[in-house]
């Protein structure tokens, strides 16, 4: 099994949900971590740990949304040993990287004895707990890009329900991001977590904004659109029917915000 | 099972260490190193007690194997000080920021993260830091209080807090 920041791994051990004869200490392979890239474009190793990618100035400036969303993973000490990768192959319906890096249009680097394959986030998925991975694969990078690339302006945000501001896994997770060209809309992405198998995207959503302006009424129907699309079951943290509401509201919220950027821009 | 020797620099002190592969660092700590100033509370993660400097950073030892720290610098509250208490031990001691005791060394090394990286946080800051340190006693006014104490006696006379609460 290969072990990454082991927040998961080595709490399941302890107490027994999994069984691993061998683990592979991933962070002793070099050129496995750290962030490069540029404005529109760039990519993390796997092994980079979620408060490299919360502090850094990249990320930050061009990739707010992962920052932002991986503030609200565990605590300081967690963040410090999660990785990205781990947290991807975990594949925890819930998340937090997971849909700010879909709506990045994130792909997956795999490499292992058969070579090298680069998928699309979105195939990655395949279950709760489940991945394309294979068992002879290890994930080694996550490339971003800005949809519409550095030229199109750009907003974005992330909105996650849960039950306290840090340490709690979302009940429900939204990321939205938009390029615009003035105030009409030329690229959309929007993803949900926690409410589904896997986090995904809704094309249904990001079809109705394309080429339009957004404006209150719009983000009223986007909103409903995703609620739609949303497949969510009742757990030990919310029902089913409450994270359906909760969907809605978080993408209203979350296109709301885009809103009041851009139009703080013109 | 197969043994692991490790070297690893705990407190200043290189080591030479003999680990079972399924051992915690938390458990080398203390049952391997005698080191038991710090605490298991919860064992998976979630309540900070066992929070210690893997070089220099705070995180869960109860998340860490043993043989993760191979070649790496372990700081726990023994470490903090020498002869005399750490500045933040002392600020916890000042600003009644103890109660059962059970969260403090978890708390204080996470603390001591902090200032390191950033001397002059704001209260917000010390609580996003402390966020994943429980006190079940819920002492967090006394212990926020005293990281902030902490951080102004450690900056000295003319580091004044760049902004009033």
């Known amino acids: 099994v290969p072990l990454a920041g082991g927040t998961d791994i ?89 849909c700010p890096l879909l709506v990045y249009d994130a792909e997956v680097t795999l490499e292992g004895p058969a070579g090298l394959r680069v998928m699309p986030l979105t195939g990655f998925f395949t279950g709760p707990g489940q991945t394309a991975r294979r068992h002879s694969e290890i994930l080694t990078s996550i490339t971003c890009r800005r949809p519409g690339g550095a030229e199109a302006g750009h907003a974005g945000a992330y909105e996650r329900l849960g039950p306290r501001s840090a340490m709690d896994i979302s009940i429900v997770n939204v990321a939205v991001n938009l390029g615009f060209e003035g105030v009409s809309c030329i690229g959309a992405r929007v993803a949900l977590g926690a409410v589904g198998p896997v986090p995904f995207r809704v094309p249904e959503a990001e079809a109705l904004l394309l080429g339009h302006n957004l404006d209150p009424r719009l983000i009223r129907q986007v909103s409903l659109v995703a609620q739609k699309a949303a497949r969510p079951i009742t757990d030990i943290r919310a029902s089913a029917a409450y994270r359906s509401d909760m969907v809605r509201a978080l993408v209203d919220r979350a296109l709301s915000r885009v809103l009041k950027k851009v139009s703080r821009c013109e | ?101 059970f969260c403090s060394p978890g708390m204080i090394m996470t603390a001591v993260a902090l200032l390191a990286e950033n001397p002059d946080p704001t209260e917000s800051e010390v609580k996003t830091a402390i966020a994943g340190n429980l006190c079940r006693c819920s002492g967090y006014t006394k212990i926020i209080e005293a990281v902030l104490d902490a951080a102004c006696e450690m900056r000295g006379p003319g580091g004044r807090a760049s902004h009033e609460e």
């Open chain 1, 10 to 98: 080595i709490r399941s051990l302890s107490n027994g949900r999994a069984v691993a004869r061998v683990l592979i200490d991933l962070k002793r392979i070099p050129g496995l971590s750290g962030i490069e890239g540029t404005y529109s474009r760039f990519s993390i190793g796997a092994m980079t740990t979620i408060h490299e990618i919360c502090t850094s100035p990249l990320v930050k400036k061009a990739f707010p949304l992962l920052s932002e969303a991986g503030m609200w993973l565990g605590s300081w000490q967690v963040r410090n040993r999660a990785t990205t990768g781990g947290n991807l192959c975990n594949a925890s319906p819930a998340a937090e990287l997971a």
């Open chain 2, 1 to 101: 099972v197969n043994e692991l020797a490790i070297r690893a620099t705990v407190n200043g002190q290189a080591h030479k260490i003999i680990v079972l592969p399924g051992m915690t660092l938390l458990e080398l700590l203390r049952d391997g190193l005698n080191l038991t100033g710090t605490k298991e509370g919860c064992g998976a993660g979630d309540c900070g007690a066992c929070t210690i400097l893997l070089d220099g950073r705070p995180v869960n030892s109860c998340l860490v194997l043993a043989a993760e720290a191979d070649g790496r610098s372990v700081t726990t509250i023994e470490g903090l000080g020498g002869d005399s208490l750490h500045p933040v031990q002392k600020a916890f001691v000042r600003n009644a920021a103890v109660q059962c005791g």
